[in-house]
């Protein structure tokens, strides 16, 4: 590939069937474990402790000043590394029959309840990386603790929080000038379409440039729709994980036609049989924000 650039990688290189995990499915998995202790491992220069096969290394080339080089490891910044360090990494873990985790790429973690369980299990993965080649830096394992940070996300007692520094960055964006930046602001946000209500009808319009048949043309609802999908990203509310059991107070909703929900404890309801049964949720609520949209049975949210 030429200095100049007049082809990129991605431009060249043909698609893969892999496909990376789900951020949000590991985050509800990891939300159904509720667990009281984490640990994680930032392995350290993954893709470079990956080398190339020498077959494949002349479609790396590239000139620089007059001389031609080519990279012998797993660059940073090709479109398929990603998935192929996740993939040898969760191959190396599975082989080895490696202690209950979650991966995304280069990050993992490890959960329990108490601190020596999560750190035997850590211990465990920490050396089935280092058998498979890969190097570990003592900085980059964090744990085992009550809080920990995962993929962006502040993580206790099987809840999560998104930390306000990074919040605040999403809210400060700038509004975007091409497709491709407009891609990447969805990509961004993606992230919070479980916690507000009608995200997908809320960011239409911005996926509405970034279609190959459109061009790119960022006009009023444009505007609206980025300026209000931040303004949501600083109120959502994240839910803790469902629940069940002994220790988990049934409550109702209750939903009046135009007016905000309440919850009811069932167990000193004092309201007479007439009213149509309520759904029971089980759920540590924290905080219910904005009313709630739901099909209504009577006056009660039926969720």
């Not at 009811?264 to 309520?278: C, I, M």
């Amino acid at each position: 590939m030429e200095s100049g650039g007049r082809l990129s990688w991605p431009e060249v290189t043909p698609p893969m069937s892999a496909a990376m995990p789900d951020m949000l499915e590991l985050q509800y998995e990891l939300e159904s474990k509720a667990a009281k202790w984490y640990a994680t491992n930032d392995i350290a220069n993954a893709f470079f402790s990956i080398p190339l096969a020498a077959e494949c290394r002349p479609q790396f080339a590239f000139t620089w000043r007059g001389i031609q080089y080519t990279w012998n490891r797993l660059p940073q910044g090709w479109k398929h590394s990603p998935t192929i360090c996740h993939g040898l990494i969760q191959t190396a873990l599975e082989k080895a029959e490696a202690p209950e985790h979650l991966q995304y790429i280069d990050d993992i973690i490890v959960w329990g309840n108490s601190a020596e369980e999560v750190s035997e299990k850590g211990k465990k993965i920490i050396q089935i990386l280092l058998q498979a080649g890969f190097a570990i830096k003592p900085s980059k394992v964090k744990g085992p603790a009550q809080e920990i940070q995962f993929l962006g996300i502040r993580w206790h007692d099987g809840c999560h929080q998104i930390p306000m520094d990074i919040i605040n960055k999403r809210a400060a964006m700038s509004p975007p000038t091409n497709k491709k930046e407009t891609q990447a602001f969805l990509g961004v946000v993606g992230f919070w379409r479980m916690h507000i209500p009608n995200y997908s009808l809320i960011v239409s319009p911005l996926y509405h440039v970034t279609q190959k048949k459109n061009d790119f043309k960022w006009g009023p609802e444009q505007r609206q729709a980025f300026e209000q999908i931040k303004q949501e990203i600083v109120h959502a509310i994240a839910l803790g994980p469902v629940r069940a059991g002994p220790d988990v107070k049934k409550c109702a909703v209750h939903c009046s036609r135009g007016e905000w929900p309440y919850l009811e404890s069932l167990a000193e309801s004092t309201r007479g049989d007439s009213r149509p049964t309520p759904g029971v949720l089980e759920l540590g609520i924290q905080r219910i924000r904005g009313p709630l949209h739901s099909n209504r049975k009577g006056d009660i949210g039926s969720l």
